[in-house]
């Protein structure tokens, strides 16, 4: 057994919670972060935790069969555990699963009306794992149902017919999600996201609408 086995994987999800909140992505109790383990139950923030100081009782565990482990009474799962149960469902191969809310995540998802956010084809794309030239891409966007449980159904009905060309999803007026095969592509996923977001901002500033 090495010494990473020994470490509590939910210290990952603090260290990453913190560096997004320094870059203003988790501002407040904004955003949730979670981790799979291999009896199939994840950690997840518990509800309403400030993300740039979380400690090792924020967590909350969520077995597939429903079952939720509070470390304490006071400690409840994400409002949007549903989001993260419908991921780890449709993409077996996901381990994490990280939301953040930016506010180019909320301009960008306002660049369309429609239900796909084309993106540049920037070389970003390939840390995300599209290695085509001059790629393509759109990223799906979700609306914003105030019943967290319809976004997660609308993730289902919508995935299940029409895998995504990339780990991400937008909510619209919300945040996004990545999920990934590890805790530490997750945390590259959001920044790589983040920084086509902040480019197409940019972009539009500089050349108008293209
Ligand atoms: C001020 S954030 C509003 C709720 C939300 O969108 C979010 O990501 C945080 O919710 P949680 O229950 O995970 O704290
Ligand atoms: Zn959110």
């Not at 660049?111 to 970003?124: H, S």
């Not at 891409?137 to 609306?143: H, Y």
């Not at 967290?148 to 999803?169: D, Y």
């Not at 095969?181 to 108008?208: D, H, K, P, Q, W």
């Amino acid at each position: 057994m090495n010494i990473s086995t020994l470490t509590d994987v939910r210290l990952e999800l603090i260290a990453a919670a913190r560096y997004f909140y320094q870059q203003g992505w988790m501002v407040g109790t904004a955003g949730n972060l979670s981790i799979r383990l291999s009896d199939g139950s994840f950690w997840i923030t518990a509800s309403g935790k400030s993300k740039g100081e979380l400690v090792i009782d924020d967590f909350v565990r969520v077995y597939p069969d429903g079952r939720v482990e509070q470390p304490t009474e006071d400690s409840k799962p994400s409002a949007e555990t549903a989001i993260h149960q419908v991921i780890y469902n449709l993409f077996p191969e996901a381990i994490s699963c990280y939301h953040v809310h930016s506010v180019e995540a909320n301009l960008v998802s306002r660049f369309v009306n429609g239900d796909a956010l084309p993106l540049p084809p920037l070389e970003m794309l390939k840390g995300l794992g599209v290695w085509e030239e001059k790629p393509d891409c759109v990223m799906p966007i979700f609306a914003n149902h105030l019943q967290v449980q319809q976004i997660a159904t609308e993730i289902k009905t919508r995935f299940s017919n029409t895998p995504p060309q990339l780990p991400a999803l937008l909510i619209r007026d919300h945040g996004v999600t990545v999920w990934a095969a590890s805790s530490t592509a997750a945390r590259n996923y959001i920044e790589l996201v983040e920084y086509i977001f902040r480019y197409m901002v940019a972009a539009r500033r500089v050349f108008g609408e293209v």
